[in-house]
């Protein structure tokens, strides 16, 4: 009785089809980390910005934290430079763990996202609060809060990205942002790779 092997097409085939499903099982993945990364950078926008209203309502004199104060007395519209807008998250995180009098519930920090405050964004990779609290034995050494900056992972690289922060005057009111500085103060960014809001980002 003859066996017959596989011939080169039946082969070329098979290796064809696996291909083909390596494609659609790896999309899928990537575009279900995509969803679950913005899913995050959303909730953690959110709870800042709520964080910064809370500070505001809470406050004996109705004083907004840090350096949103100075453009509410001034009644000026603006988007925080990037060091004034992590000074704020700070102050936030600082309250809401009592590292600051009073201390006030704000936000549960354990659920934020930081790095190093000289961290570019789409440089570093950043970790979760709690293992920037807490170190990482050797290779990560303990981080303070006033040396951390606030972000997320970008949706498609991962990489940290800083929010930031507007401050709106006609309604006395704050936002958070993950666009970048050029979307907020302008009717668009025109520049095509800016990695915080385009879909080639690096």
Not at 55 to 67: C, D, H, L, V
Request: charged fraction near 20%; hydrophobic fraction near 35%; glycine fraction near 8%.
């Amino acid at each position: 009785m003859n066996r017959r092997g596989f011939t080169i097409v039946e082969l070329m085939m098979v290796i064809g089809v696996i291909a083909v499903l390596m494609t659609i099982v790896t999309t899928s993945a990537m575009s279900s980390m995509r969803g679950s990364r913005e899913k995050r950078r959303d909730a953690m926008r959110i709870a800042l910005e709520s964080a910064i209203a809370t500070y505001q309502a809470q406050n004996s004199e109705g004083k907004w934290p840090g350096p949103i104060e100075s453009l509410a007395e001034n009644a000026e519209s603006a988007v925080l430079s990037e060091s004034d807008a992590q000074k704020v998250f700070q102050i936030i995180v600082q309250h809401s763990m009592g590292q600051a009098s009073p201390r006030m519930q704000l936000i549960d920090p354990n659920g934020l996202f930081v790095a190093p405050s000289g961290v570019q964004d789409g440089k570093g990779s950043g970790r979760s609060f709690p293992d920037a609290r807490n170190g990482d034995g050797r290779r990560r050494q303990k981080m303070p809060v006033a040396n951390m900056a606030f972000g997320y992972q970008g949706t498609v690289t991962g990489k940290f990205h800083r929010f930031n922060i507007v401050y709106h005057a006609q309604t006395d009111s704050v936002s958070v942002s993950h666009h970048c500085h050029d979307c907020l103060t302008t009717t668009g960014c025109s520049n095509g790779n800016c990695p915080k809001c385009h879909a080639n980002e690096k």
